[in-house]
């Protein structure tokens, strides 16, 4: 049975199956989780915001992933902590489709960002004292505006085409959010161009960006390896560990999320929605911590900020 007409049509969403009497104690570590993500890439932002010394390319790439960031945790929050606080687990068709909108194309624009940072690194390495005048401002400006244009442009069709689709009766989505395969599996119709567009723009976005990511780390490998000094060896290699970290915390659920969607009709629900949550949730909280952990300005800046128990802004 379906229908063409989608006014009041609503999906309804999944938490973690088996455990639902304890979806509200589950309610807490993940409105943890929001809000280390929400803080830690503020601060961030204000880290690099309001000293001149991270004024460079490479913070203005941070900053740029602490945005994304942002983006990708405001896009799942709507729908995730109510589901385990309230039970509320009915979205409307409109608002489904709005957020699988924005949750992809945050997505995309996290592997575009991804992929610059890894330009940023190679450059660092490779020519370091043409650095500033290859990254110049302008250009790392025309590298954001590329990422959000290509992110919002291919991902503006999606939403469109599974409009146009009549659904079944059966409107149980597999996750806490919505998301395009997960939406396209409910459809009464052959969905095949759906899922061929949908192919076409993991290939050319996430796809390409990995290629591109692994390549420049064999170039990077390459020009380490052809440094004399060891130690000096080791000091390149260890301004691309955070980048490094942020790359698989990105890729490596995504991987295992796009072969369950595609490939898992063995897997339990259970693996799909840890895995999502893995792939969603946990990024946005981590790379703060990898990145402040790792680069001594923003260590310092943070252990400032703290130890002055808030007088850092007003004094910027």
């Known amino acids: 049975m379906s229908d063409s007409n989608h006014t009041g049509t609503f999906f309804f969403l999944a938490g973690l199956p ?88 945050f997505s995309i624009m996290e592997s575009s960002v991804l992929l610059t940072m890894a330009l940023d690194r190679f450059v660092a390495i490779s020519n370091p004292l043409h650095y500033g005048t290859i ?97 000096e060896r080791l000091k390149a290699l260890n301004t691309c560990v955070s980048h490094i970290c942020a790359v698989l915390l990105f890729y490596t659920p995504m991987i295992g999320l796009s072969m369950i969607h595609r490939f898992g009709r063995w897997a339990s629900p259970s693996s799909r929605v840890l895995l999502s949550y893995v792939h969603f949730l946990i990024p946005p909280v981590l790379n703060p911590v990898v990145y402040t952990i790792k680069t001594k300005q923003i260590r310092l800046r943070m252990l400032r900020f703290l130890g002055s128990g808030g007088a850092g802004i007003r004094d910027t």
Not at 46 to 64: D, N
Not at 67 to 92: C, E, F, M, N, Q
Not at 154 to 174: D, G, W
Not at 207 to 216: A, Q
Request: charged content about 10%; overall charge positive; proline content about 5%.
């Open 18 to 105: 088996g455990i639902e009497a304890v979806h509200k104690w589950l309610f807490i570590p993940l409105c943890a989780m929001y809000v280390a993500s929400l803080v830690g890439n503020s601060l961030i932002l204000w880290v690099v915001r309001s000293e001149p010394s991270l004024h460079q390319p490479m913070y203005y790439f941070l900053l740029m992933l602490a945005v994304t960031d942002l983006g990708l945790s405001a896009s799942t929050l709507p729908t995730v902590l109510p589901i385990y606080l309230l039970g509320l687990r009915k979205v409307a068709m409109d608002m489904c489709l709005a957020q699988l909108f924005f949750i992809h194309t």
């Open 135 to 231: 990254l110049t401002s302008p250009r790392v400006a025309s590298l954001g505006l590329a990422s959000v244009v290509r992110s919002v442009g291919l991902h503006i069709p999606a939403p469109i085409m599974l409009r146009k689709l009549p659904y079944c009766q059966n409107r149980l989505l597999s996750h806490s959010y919505c998301l395009h395969p997960d939406v396209m599996k409910l459809a009464c119709v052959d969905t095949h161009i759906n899922s061929a567009y949908g192919l076409f723009v993991v290939l050319s976005t996430l796809g390409l960006d990995s290629v591109l990511i692994v390549l420049s780390y064999v170039l990077i490998l390459q020009t380490v390896l052809s440094i004399a000094s060891k130690a």
